[in-house]
């Protein structure tokens, strides 16, 4: 079943507020934000591992990109803890579970078929460069090709923020907060922009730090 799949529209949701639903895996639940229901099963979602839990090995013919979000997702490439971003590309294999549970953000089937470059990287211990074209804005680089920029970007309190949405864009706030459109977003809310959008926000009073992928969605 697809959802919100129409990527000329915008869509915000706030993730804690989508109810929990079962998957394949016993201890194993996800909150879908996206999904296109074809051969590759492209979606986005946030997933819940119960202690103990695990999925069976599987390939990535698609790729996998995830943030640990709470406690410590543990695969063959390693232990990972809150705030650890993660790309495992098309033809990548792993057993995924957490021994004392956990929570990703994850995205699948979204990535160019050639690309086998992997990225394991703890947000924490990244550093940040300031925008010289967006005051009140720094940023630390994830992964940058010709279909995609991913990164973090930290928004000072109560900044104005714009943002080229050429290709579209794609946020998940990881703390704070920031109003756009109309709506309030807070941690771990997820918002989706189509192409050549007009944005433009105002973070919160203890200011944002905000996952961003953009110019990934043309043809969508």
């Given at each position: 079943m697809d959802v919100n799949a129409d990527f000329s529209k915008r869509v915000m949701l706030h993730s804690d507020e989508i109810e929990w639903q079962t998957s394949p895996m016993a201890g194993v639940d996800r909150r879908r934000l996206d999904r296109i229901d074809n051969e590759a099963d492209r979606v986005t979602t946030i997933v819940r591992y119960a202690p103990e839990s695990?999925?069976?090995?599987?390939?990535?013919?698609?790729?996998?990109?995830?943030?640990?979000?709470?406690?410590?997702?543990?695969?063959?490439?390693?232990?990972?803890?809150?705030?650890?971003?993660?790309?495992?590309?098309?033809?990548?294999?792993?057993?995924?579970?957490?021994?004392?549970?956990?929570?990703?953000?994850?995205?699948?089937?979204?990535?160019?078929?050639?690309?086998?470059?992997?990225?394991?990287?703890d947000i924490a211990k990244l550093g940040s460069v300031a925008d010289r074209n967006r005051e009140g804005v720094s940023i630390s680089p994830l992964f940058k090709d010709e279909d995609e920029d991913v990164r973090i970007e930290y928004w000072d309190a109560n900044a104005e923020i714009?943002?080229?949405?050429?290709?579209?864009?794609?946020?998940?706030?990881?703390?704070?907060?920031?109003?756009?459109?109309?709506?309030?977003?807070?941690?771990?809310?997820?918002?989706?922009?189509?192409?050549?959008?007009?944005f433009k926000v105002v973070a919160g009073e203890e200011g944002a730090q905000v996952w961003i992928?953009?110019?990934?969605?043309?043809?969508?």
């Open positions: 695990h999925f069976s090995p599987h390939v990535h013919t698609g790729g996998e990109e995830f943030i640990v979000l709470d406690g410590i997702f543990e695969d063959d490439y390693g232990n990972w803890p809150t705030g650890s971003y993660i790309r495992n590309p098309p033809t990548s294999k792993h057993q995924p579970g957490s021994k004392d549970g956990c929570v990703i953000f994850v995205k699948l089937a979204q990535f160019n078929p050639d690309d086998r470059t992997f990225v394991h990287a714009s943002l080229n949405t050429d290709g579209g864009a794609e946020l998940l706030v990881l703390k704070g907060g920031f109003n756009e459109g109309g709506d309030t977003l807070r941690q771990h809310s997820w918002l989706r922009v189509p192409d050549n959008y007009d992928k953009s110019g990934h969605l043309s043809g969508l």
